[in-house]
């Protein structure tokens, strides 16, 4: 049977309220063999008796969570808030996945993110005023209408993200201005830009939990063996 992958949903404020998910997130996990199930906001019980059902769980981009997620008060002028109500249910979305031991992640972009705080870690709130030297492309201003940016990552052999792709050096679609700072606690940075920005982080006492920073729904044919890989040990079962 295909396995059922849970996925996180964008909330719009309206009117009407709108619950969304960009179709390239659906159209990874069915290409790979998986059937992909939206999670809207729900309380602590029904989030329960719906994990008990999924196989494993994909956690989406979108815009930046509060800065006081990790102890930082002052928000950048370049920070642009998600919605409360998506933000908090994130993170208890994380916390519950986490407690399902054997519960395949895949985070993407400011899903990495969410992984990274919800593990004690910290975010640069925006690259290029972290790193003013750095000239990777990270962000892609109106991507969707003039195209996104792409650049390269470099992989640590002694990965899993490793494994998945047979490259220690490929390029990514890239759509960040924040990324990984202080990293959260059992994670593993094995991906990085060439100004040594974390592209991607692995939880090391678990089988499969990755966080990766860019955006694989939208170069799905690059990145099909990481879509495959993660629907592969969905399919094997967490029980």
């Known amino acids: 049977m295909k396995p059922l992958i849970g996925i996180n949903v964008d909330l719009k404020k309206g009117p009407p309220p709108e619950a969304a998910l960009q179709i390239p997130y ?3 996990v069915e290409k790979s063999g998986g059937i992909p199930v939206m999670i809207p906001p729900l309380n602590d019980e029904d989030l329960r008796h719906l994990l008990s059902r999924l196989d494993g769980v994909l956690f ?20 642009k808030l998600i919605d409360e109500r998506r933000e908090g249910f994130d993170f208890l979305l994380l916390d519950e996945v986490l407690k399902i031991e054997k519960m395949p992640m895949l985070g993407i972009c400011l899903g990495c993110q ?43 052999r002694d ?35 060439d100004d040594g920005v974390v592209e991607a982080v ?19 044919p690059r990145n099909k063996p990481l879509f495959d890989k993660f629907i592969a040990e969905c399919r094997n079962g967490h029980n």
Not at 60 to 79: F, H, K, Q
Not at 129 to 140: D, F, L, N, Q, Y
Request: net charge negative; aromatic share 8%; glycine share 8%.
């Open 202 to 220: 692995e939880l090391t006492e678990r089988k499969f939990v990755i966080g990766v920073q860019w955006h694989p729904e939208r170069d799905y």
């Open 60 to 79: 989406i981009g979108g815009a930046d969570y509060s800065p006081t997620r990790y102890c930082e008060d002052e928000l950048d002028d370049t920070v």
């Open 114 to 156: 969410l992984l990274n705080i919800g593990l004690g870690g910290s975010l640069m709130q925006d690259i290029k005023k972290h790193i003013p030297a750095s000239e990777v492309p990270h962000a892609s201003p109106n991507g969707w209408h003039v195209g996104f940016n792409n650049h390269d990552v470099v992989v640590q």
């Open 26 to 28: 659906l159209e990874a």
């Open 159 to 193: 990965s899993s993200l490793y494994d998945i792709y047979k490259q220690d050096r490929f390029v990514v679609s890239t759509s960040h201005h924040q990324a990984i700072n202080r990293v959260g606690k059992g994670l593993k940075v094995v991906a990085h830009a």
